[in-house]
């Protein structure tokens, strides 16, 4: 057996049980908005890239954008609206010396913003990739421009040194913690804080094996807290599991946390984190034999509620090309922090096969507890910092920082697995719907350029929209929201989007509004529209949970369109799906359509096929969408289709020509100079002799092969029969005559006869005043 596969089998055994009613793995959005539907505000500055780095400055009105060798002060409420910008460029030095290093110098040797937070004072701190020598400044925003103060402090450390590398950063209380790599080549990984104290991580594999870096966060453990604890600063990452039994690696998701307040130790650990632990963070999709690793997180907190509250929305993607299947899962602070608090830890014991292996460790625990923060029992025992801890409990935490017990998340399931575009990055708003109570909101961003907008009601996951943001496709790499403006940001390599975060207009009718149960919109009865709750003071219809319909109104009936086609001809009629979930159907004279060869049923319509006159009458499109409640029935388009034909003469009808609208004088015009351009043409060949003088008509004449020919044509164009309509291939009828009408201008196809008019009461065709030449080259 495949030792991947047999450690997958133990990863995962015990969840199987509790994952037999788990989400489905096709989870369809109700709608899919196209990229020309958006209603997005975009920013993008020809030849610069990058645009990965955002800070929301609500206080100034701006937001901040970051990208290569630029950033940007964008107005709030319009990004498209720049207020300054400023460059920071590398110089032809350093772009030398790092081809040089054997870096690209069109795209590894620029510098890329990286950095980018608020300081205490107003200013930013933001820092670049700076030609693989990375490098940090202040940058300050006054009347109305960007100012960088290049002071040029080192970025190692700060920094990642690969602008293709992943890295997380965050400012708490004026200090920088940066999880990074140290060196030009990446092998150091690095979980820093700059200052007041440099306090950073071990260059041991036991600490971080080749990790990949998510996000930060900081918690505020030590308000209020009883235990006189300190606040703590999280980590997300991915690294190669060193408990792993087997012989290739496995990449394993983690979650580690230090205290705010580490010095560092006095004898071990100098300068290095006592205070480091990491736990495994498991995200369980049944499908998978392999576990799913983090991509992004989004911390949410209540202001009102315990900091053990908070939750951790996180996305998870396969590491394996075999599934298509992304994730979304939650965990509490709680949980986290009891594992690190009460949990077990892993210790490396030596086996005679010549590898560590890594067990539980059931030994007696040192006090004060490794890995702890220095709270109200350390203090009544002496220990008032890190500094004082003493060794025994040092070393303990340098050989063993990984706990034993993986961390599950909220309902040990997760609250999407979706199949399809792959997750990048999700960004969670709580807004309180009409029933009073308050959902969590998710945007996530995918590599295809979409934006998904889901909620999860009472274990249900709806995905209520998704949302093309770029054209062409290109992976989202940041998403950022505010509560001042109500918009989502979004940064790609080629641009930024800006989309509110209710998009209500987009529903039409109260049925539609209420299906989409969406929190943020509602239908309005007295104004008619569906519209977002912060902006109404009148009751809504809305039933975010249920999708209730029935307490609609009863819709204004649909007016019927006329349609009007040749018989042999084509026509499509449309009919766009209201979502992606409703199911439509035909019906034709009130009764249900049946498909055929000739009646092809379309994605987004019905097509007729060499229509007779059995194929006229009444068309109806019907649509019918379930939710939890009912099924509801709408009618999205109806058709009075009529097939053209001919009189009781014989004479092919043509479509009246337009008798009055601005365009008569025009068309009196053109008659007259065509009538004009007749008598020219036939006093020419009256003159050489093409036509014969009316006097010489009795008379008998010798006729060459040519009149003979000539006659014949003029025989067979007085008594010929009238011709039948024409078929789809063929060249249109009115190919010999022009009226003047822009309305009769017949091409082939759906157009033509769906432009024709009411062809009763059009004027006949007098085909024998019709006259021809053989030689073109005399007209």
Same mark, same amino acid.
């Given at each position: 057996?495949?030792?991947?596969?047999?450690?997958?089998?133990?990863?995962?055994?015990?969840?199987?049980?509790?994952?037999?009613?788990?989400?489905?793995?096709?989870?369809?959005?109700?709608?899919?908005?196209?990229?020309?539907?958006?209603?997005?505000?975009?920013?993008?500055?020809?030849?610069?890239?990058?645009?990965?780095?955002?800070?929301?400055?609500?206080?100034?009105?701006?937001?901040?954008?970051?990208?290569?060798?630029?950033?940007?002060?964008?107005?709030?409420?319009?990004?498209?609206?720049?207020?300054?910008?400023?460059?920071?460029?590398?110089?032809?030095?350093?772009?030398?010396?790092?081809?040089?290093?054997?870096?690209?110098?069109?795209?590894?040797?620029?510098?890329?913003?990286? +950095?980018?937070?608020?300081?205490?004072?107003?200013?930013?701190?933001?820092?670049?990739?700076?030609?693989?020598?990375?490098?940090?400044?202040?940058?300050?925003?006054?009347?109305?421009?960007?100012?960088?103060?290049?002071?040029?402090?080192?970025?190692?450390?700060?920094?990642?040194?690969?602008?293709?590398?992943?890295?997380?950063?965050?400012?708490?209380?004026?200090?920088?913690?940066?999880?990074?790599?140290?060196?030009?080549?990446?092998?150091?990984? +690095?979980?820093?804080?700059?200052?007041?104290?440099? +306090?950073?991580?071990?260059?041991?594999?036991?600490?971080?094996?080749?990790?990949?870096?998510?996000?930060?966060?900081?918690?505020?453990?030590?308000?209020?807290?009883?235990?006189?604890?300190?606040?703590?600063?999280?980590?997300?990452?991915?690294?190669?599991?060193?408990?792993?039994?087997?012989?290739?690696?496995?990449?394993?998701?983690?979650?580690?946390?230090?205290?705010?307040?580490?010095?560092?130790?006095?004898?071990?650990?100098?300068?290095?984190?006592?205070?480091?632990?990491?736990?495994?963070?498991?995200?369980?999709?049944?499908?998978?034999?392999?576990?799913?690793?983090?991509?992004?997180?989004?911390?949410?907190?209540?202001?009102? %509620?315990?900091?053990?509250? =908070?939750?951790?929305?996180?996305?998870?993607?396969?590491?394996?090309?075999?599934?298509?299947?992304?994730?979304?899962?939650?965990?509490?602070?709680?949980?986290?922090?009891?594992?690190?608090?009460?949990?077990?830890?892993?210790?490396?014991?030596?086996?005679?096969?010549?590898?560590?292996?890594?067990?539980?460790?059931?030994?007696?625990?040192?006090?004060?507890?490794?890995?702890?923060?220095?709270?109200?029992?350390?203090?009544?025992?002496?220990?008032?910092?890190?500094?004082?801890?003493?060794?025994?409990?040092? %070393?303990?935490?340098?050989?063993?920082?990984?706990?034993?017990?993986?961390?599950?998340?909220?309902?040990?399931?997760?609250?999407?697995?979706?199949?399809?575009?792959?997750?990048? #990055?999700?960004?969670?708003?709580?807004?309180?719907?009409?029933?009073?109570?308050?959902?969590?909101?998710?945007?996530?961003?995918?590599?295809?350029?979409?934006?998904?907008?889901?909620?999860?009601?009472?274990?249900?996951?709806?995905?209520?929209?998704?949302?093309?943001?770029?054209?062409?496709?290109?992976?989202?790499?940041?998403?950022?929201?505010?509560?001042?403006?109500?918009?989502?940001?979004?940064?790609?390599?080629?641009?930024?989007?800006?989309?509110?975060?209710?998009?209500?207009?987009?529903?039409?009718?109260?049925?539609?509004?209420?299906?989409?149960?969406?929190?943020?919109?509602?239908?309005?009865?007295?104004?008619?529209?569906?519209?977002?709750?912060?902006?109404?003071?009148?009751?809504?219809?809305?039933?975010?949970?249920?999708?209730?319909?029935?307490?609609?109104?009863?819709?204004?009936?649909?007016?019927?369109?006329? #349609?009007?086609?040749? &018989?042999?001809?084509?026509?499509?009629?449309?009919?766009?799906?209201?979502?992606?979930?409703?199911?439509?159907?035909?019906?034709?004279?009130?009764?249900?359509?049946?498909?055929?060869?000739?009646?092809?049923?379309?994605?987004?319509?019905?097509?007729?096929?060499?229509?007779?006159?059995?194929?006229?009458? %009444?068309?109806?499109?019907?649509?019918?969408?379930?939710?939890?409640?009912?099924?509801?029935?709408?009618?999205?388009?109806?058709?009075?289709?009529?097939?053209?034909?001919?009189?009781?003469?014989?004479?092919?009808?043509?479509?009246?020509?337009?008798?009055?609208?601005?365009?008569?004088?025009?068309?009196?015009?053109?008659?007259?100079?065509?009538?004009?351009?007749?008598?020219?043409?036939?006093?020419?060949?009256?003159?050489?002799?093409?036509?014969?003088?009316?006097?010489? =008509?009795?008379?008998?004449?010798?006729?060459?092969?040519?009149?003979?020919?000539?006659?014949?044509?003029?025989?067979?164009?007085?008594?010929?029969? &009238?011709?039948?309509?024409?078929?789809?291939?063929?060249?249109?009828?009115?190919?010999?005559?022009?009226?003047?009408?822009?309305?009769?201008?017949?091409?082939?196809?759906?157009?033509?006869?769906?432009?024709?008019?009411?062809?009763?009461?059009?004027?006949?065709?007098?085909?024998?005043?019709?006259?021809?030449?053989?030689?073109?080259?005399?007209?």
């Amino acid at each position: 057996m495949h030792p991947l596969l047999s450690l997958s089998v133990f990863w995962l055994l015990p969840l199987a049980l509790t994952l037999e009613e788990d989400s489905p793995l096709d989870c369809v959005p109700r709608k899919s908005v196209p990229y020309h539907r958006v209603n997005a505000r975009l920013f993008h500055e020809e030849g610069v890239f990058n645009y990965s780095t955002m800070l929301l400055r609500e206080d100034l009105n701006l937001l901040v954008l970051g990208a290569r060798e630029a950033l940007y002060a964008l107005d709030l409420n319009d990004i498209s609206k720049k207020h300054a910008s400023v460059k920071w460029e590398v110089t032809e030095e350093q772009k030398t010396e790092c081809k040089n290093k054997g870096k690209d110098p069109e795209t590894e040797c620029k510098n890329y913003i990286r +950095i980018l937070h608020t300081m205490e004072d107003n200013r930013m701190y933001v820092c670049g990739t700076n030609a693989f020598d990375p490098e940090c400044d202040y940058m300050s925003y006054a009347d109305g421009k960007l100012i960088l103060e290049k002071k040029g402090e080192d970025g190692k450390g700060k920094c990642p040194f690969d602008p293709f590398q992943r890295y997380a950063s965050i400012m708490v209380d004026n200090n920088l913690y940066s999880a990074t790599s140290m060196n030009f080549l990446g092998s150091e990984p +690095i979980l820093m804080r700059s200052s007041p104290v440099s +306090i950073r991580t071990e260059f041991k594999s036991s600490w971080l094996n080749e990790p990949n870096f998510v996000s930060m966060a900081q918690m505020p453990e030590g308000e209020n807290s009883e235990q006189g604890d300190d606040d703590k600063v999280y980590l997300f990452f991915t690294e190669t599991a060193v408990e792993c039994d087997c012989y290739n690696k496995l990449v394993v998701s983690r979650v580690a946390r230090v205290c705010k307040g580490d010095l560092g130790g006095k004898r071990t650990l100098q300068r290095k984190w006592t205070s480091f632990l990491k736990a495994r963070l498991d995200c369980p999709v049944l499908e998978s034999q392999l576990p799913y690793i983090i991509q992004d997180t989004y911390r949410w907190c209540d202001p009102q %509620q315990h900091w053990k509250n =908070c939750l951790f929305f996180a996305i998870f993607t396969p590491q394996s090309d075999t599934s298509d299947l992304s994730a979304v899962c939650v965990y509490q602070v709680s949980d986290i922090s009891r594992v690190f608090a009460e949990g077990k830890y892993k210790t490396p014991v030596p086996v005679e096969t010549s590898f560590v292996k890594w067990v539980m460790y059931s030994g007696d625990v040192p006090v004060p507890r490794p890995g702890a923060c220095i709270n109200n029992e350390a203090r009544q025992a002496g220990i008032n910092q890190s500094l004082d801890l003493p060794d025994r409990t040092l %070393q303990f935490i340098k050989d063993k920082p990984l706990m034993d017990q993986a961390i599950q998340p909220v309902g040990e399931k997760p609250l999407l697995v979706r199949r399809g575009a792959t997750f990048t #990055r999700i960004v969670v708003n709580r807004v309180q719907a009409a029933d009073g109570e308050k959902y969590h909101v998710m945007f996530i961003g995918t590599d295809e350029g979409t934006m998904l907008k889901a909620v999860n009601y009472d274990g249900e996951m709806f995905i209520i929209e998704e949302i093309q943001l770029f054209q062409p496709p290109e992976p989202i790499k940041i998403l950022k929201f505010s509560n001042v403006t109500e918009h989502l940001y979004a940064g790609s390599e080629n641009g930024a989007a800006q989309i509110p975060l209710a998009s209500c207009e987009r529903s039409l009718s109260c049925m539609d509004c209420v299906l989409a149960r969406d929190p943020y919109c509602g239908w309005d009865k007295v104004v008619g529209k569906c519209v977002a709750l912060s902006n109404s003071k009148s009751e809504l219809i809305q039933s975010v949970k249920d999708g209730d319909a029935s307490l609609c109104p009863n819709a204004d009936p649909i007016k019927p369109m006329n #349609r009007s086609i040749w &018989p042999g001809g084509n026509l499509k009629l449309s009919c766009p799906s209201p979502s992606n979930v409703a199911k439509t159907s035909w019906e034709r004279n009130s009764r249900p359509l049946t498909p055929s060869a000739r009646l092809q049923l379309l994605q987004d319509g019905l097509l007729i096929l060499n229509a007779s006159d059995s194929d006229g009458g %009444q068309y109806r499109c019907v649509s019918v969408e379930r939710s939890k409640t009912d099924e509801y029935t709408a009618t999205v388009a109806e058709y009075q289709v009529r097939i053209e034909g001919s009189d009781r003469g014989g004479h092919i009808l043509f479509p009246q020509a337009q008798r009055d609208g601005p365009s008569v004088a025009g068309l009196q015009a053109v008659v007259g100079l065509l009538v004009v351009s007749l008598l020219v043409l036939l006093a020419w060949n009256f003159y050489k002799g093409h036509l014969p003088v009316p006097w010489n =008509c009795g008379k008998k004449s010798e006729q060459t092969p040519e009149s003979h020919e000539e006659g014949a044509v003029h025989s067979s164009v007085s008594h010929q029969e &009238p011709p039948r309509p024409a078929l789809t291939e063929d060249k249109p009828l009115m190919s010999g005559r022009d009226n003047g009408s822009s309305n009769n201008n017949h091409t082939r196809g759906e157009a033509a006869f769906s432009a024709a008019g009411d062809v009763n009461d059009a004027p006949e065709v007098n085909l024998t005043s019709l006259q021809y030449i053989d030689d073109e080259s005399e007209i």
